[in-house]
């Protein structure tokens, strides 16, 4: 097997879009790199890149060419540094538009990440939160590909590449395969929080920098329209659009086309086992498109064709 490859880019991108390549690699090798936090902060907390969400790469891909998906295998995020900040107030779009009226100011509150205990807790609680300490549960808020057709999609967005989507379940042992559009995927990452709710409600989860640790496969000839994740028990398709039910229409599309292809199973068959065990999540519903995520159980699949 071959050494991991490390990767510190010199420059971080605010969209992801067709551009030079920052490192090339085989299909197959693992990658590592540190990220910046959303608002271009390194782990030494030195202001190193705009917001929003700075992104690491693009990393090309030998072989990869449109109509094929790249597969990426979330192996490791690991803190680089024991502090994280949220918002200290809830998003507008997520309430009553006459209770948002009286929200309090969108400030920047810091958390404590204590790496040895594996927690993560405010630096200054408020009033009934003095006993609030949370698992440090690190995720890759946005990732992706370089999207078709000479578009550039900002990292504060997302869309059938990827993206910003903030996204819980993109964890370790996680794995997600994105359409390929461009020569090589052109792969970023960036944007990692170590903890956050479903939906990203803050508009943050807890904002840091991190070491990650992924390897980037291409599947030749798998062509797909929106990413594709696996667990060790669950298969998920993602769908990123506002409003929030045109995203659940991609995610159960997506879904309902990899049953059909995968698993040989008709509109009929695909309708009773959606119908009674598919289940949904939000990703986030703060960003211009909200992401939602649609799953099953392998345990209640049939065996792939």
């Excluded at 609030?132 to 578009?151: K, N």
């Excluded at 640790?213 to 030749?220: G, Y």
């Amino acid at each position: 097997m071959k050494d991991a490859l490390r990767f510190e880019p010199l420059a971080w991108s605010n969209v992801l879009t067709e551009m030079p390549a920052a490192l090339r690699i085989a299909s197959g090798d693992i990658v590592i790199t540190e990220t910046l936090d959303a608002a271009g902060v390194n782990a030494r907390g030195e202001k190193k890149a705009d917001r929003p969400n700075p992104m690491n790469g693009p990393i090309f891909v030998e072989g990869a060419e449109p109509g094929d998906a790249l597969r990426v295998e979330i192996l490791k995020i690991d803190p680089a540094r024991d502090t994280g900040w949220t918002s200290a107030a809830l998003s507008a779009n997520v309430l009553d538009p006459e209770y948002a009226r009286n929200l309090p100011p969108r400030d920047h509150v810091e958390w404590i990440i204590d790496r040895q205990a594996s927690t993560v807790k405010l630096e200054k609680p408020l009033p009934g939160l003095e006993n609030l300490i949370l698992p440090y549960a690190p995720m890759i808020g946005c990732f992706g590909v370089a999207p078709s057709g000479g578009q550039a999609i900002s990292t504060a967005s997302s869309s059938n590449n990827g993206g910003n989507m903030d996204y819980r379940g993109f964890t370790v042992g996680c794995s997600v395969s994105f359409p390929v559009s461009v020569p090589g995927a052109l792969f970023f990452l960036g944007d990692c929080h170590a903890a956050q709710g479903d939906g990203e409600i803050a508009g943050t989860g807890v904002e840091t920098c991190c070491n990650v640790e992924v390897r980037l496969t291409v599947e030749k000839g798998r062509t797909i329209r929106w990413p594709r994740g696996e667990t060790q028990d669950r298969i998920f398709t993602v769908g990123n659009a506002r409003p929030l039910d045109q995203a659940l229409q991609h995610a159960t599309t997506e879904m309902v086309m990899w049953l059909k292809s995968d698993y040989g199973l008709s509109d009929a068959a695909t309708a009773h086992l959606l119908g009674q065990a598919v289940r949904y999540e939000v990703g986030n519903v703060f960003n211009p498109a909200y992401t939602m995520v649609c799953s099953v159980a392998k345990k209640w699949l049939p065996p792939k064709l």
